[in-house]
């Protein structure tokens, strides 16, 4: 566990209380009822299910060893294979046993289609759940403790080192067993998911690279098509989501009432484009395009609302960041904050900054957080937001490096929303265990993506299970 002191502390359970009756009012649902709000957006989320291959491995009950001679294998089969259908309704299992590899072996080739193992290490001796760990497709080995232990201690580390794609469980709680799952629902999500990137960027390397290690399809979109979906944009529609998010914010700053309304025609492009290539999320290269003078409108409000709704809008066409936050959308159901982060030594702690954050940080469906509407930092033009994040809050912070199959992560706790004026708008600032080792151990790029809650276990079960190697920063 993270253990970080708290400058300026409220928990969740406060944060919800105090904004209940504020966000009924102030970012309610209804205030942004539209043909592409949150249940909207549900309807873009892949819904094919994972199917796995649920396999319990254990020796003849005649044969001594863990637990023990004459080992009742079937009840216990029966209770594990109910509770793991009953919390995981999303998933398809195919349910067998094997006793030895060459079971197996005939198993696998029975059940060549299925997206990954469940392997549930029963008793010992047994050889069949190597034939599984060292299979090269995703397997997640599950120690049944006083069990399968002396194997599942032996065989998993051994498979990590030399590479292949498998997670671990050890522990009395099959609900470890049920969180570990959800990775398979996230990869079935991502190979299902298609993410545009608006860019005058080649990007034939990046389309295959993120397909070949995410299964995740990126499709370029040019300039011209942009904007011709932010031409075609609705005006009326447009003006209604204008009106909303003005209404919503605590207060507007420096955005006029039409500078918004072009940023809510450039999110009802951006949303119709979405919709057209049945997209996820979209990446655009805001910073070149709009000071090249190719983009009419920032994109920042429009990605606001996006986030908040469970899809994905990314800046400056960060490919690594965007999929980062698909990824843990998927996973968690709560949104990615892209940033660039600042690291302050003298009160160890890291700035979040960045002039688009979402105001829904625990999901959709949970509370808002009050925002500002802003002008964007570095030009002083458009629109953007200043999103006031709940304080006193551990947050996993990460970034997918696809090319080098490696995820770079931190967790950290939130302290304060800096007001200053200088860069970003949004700062959102948390301590960190060694601010100057942090600092000292910086890699793979400025872009990072903050999530609320402690994920670091997910993370690196789904990592593992995709072949990616988690690097712990500071």
Known sequence: MLSLPVI???????????CSAAAACAVCPKAFASPASAAGAAA????DKPKIHLVFTHPDPKIQGWPYQGYDYESRKT???????????????????????EQAKALMAANSDVDGYLVYLFGIPSSAPDVFAYSGKPAVLVDDLYGGTGRFLGLYPAALAKGMPVAGVSSTRIE?????????????????????????????????????SLGLTIRPVSADELNAAYEKADRGEAEQWARAWTKGAKKVVEPSQAEIQKSAAMYVGMRNLMAEHKAQGI?????????GGKMTA??????????????????EADLESASTMLLMTYLTGRPGY???????????????????????????????????????????????????????????????????????????RTVENIDEDRACRTKLAATVTDARKLMAEWDFGWHRVTVYGDYKVPVETVSSLLGFRVILEG
């Not at 300026?8 to 105090?18: G, N, Q």
């Not at 079935?188 to 070949?212: F, G, I, N, Q, W």
């Open 44 to 47: 873009l989320i892949p819904t």
């Open 283 to 291: 990446a655009v290269d805001c910073l070149t395009l709009f000071y």
């Open 176 to 212: 470890d067993v049920i969180e570990a799952l959800k990775a398979f629902e996230c990869m079935k999500k991502l190979r299902s998911s298609t993410l545009l990137d608006a860019t005058p960027r080649d990007l034939t390397k990046p389309v295959a690279l993120y397909k070949e």
């Open 298 to 315: 920032y994109p920042c409000l429009g990605f606001f609302q996006l986030n908040n709704d469970g899809l994905v809008g990314a800046c």
């Open 338 to 412: 892209i940033s660039d982060p600042v690291i302050d030594t003298s009160k160890n702690q890291i700035i979040y900054a960045h002039c688009v954050a979402s105001n829904k940080v625990y999901g959709p469906n949970g509370p808002a957080n009050p925002y500002h509407i802003r002008d964007h930092s570095e030009d002083r033009k458009g629109a953007a937001v200043r999103s006031l994040m709940p304080l006193g809050e551990t947050t996993t912070t990460l970034k997918l490096v696809p090319a080098q199959k490696k995820v770079v992560m931190h967790r950290a």
């Open 79 to 101: 209770r594990y294979a109910a509770a793991l259908r009953s919390g995981c309704p999303n998933i398809e299992f195919i349910v067998a046993s094997a006793e030895t590899a």
């Open 8 to 18: 300026r502390s409220s928990t969740r359970r406060d944060f919800l209380a105090k």
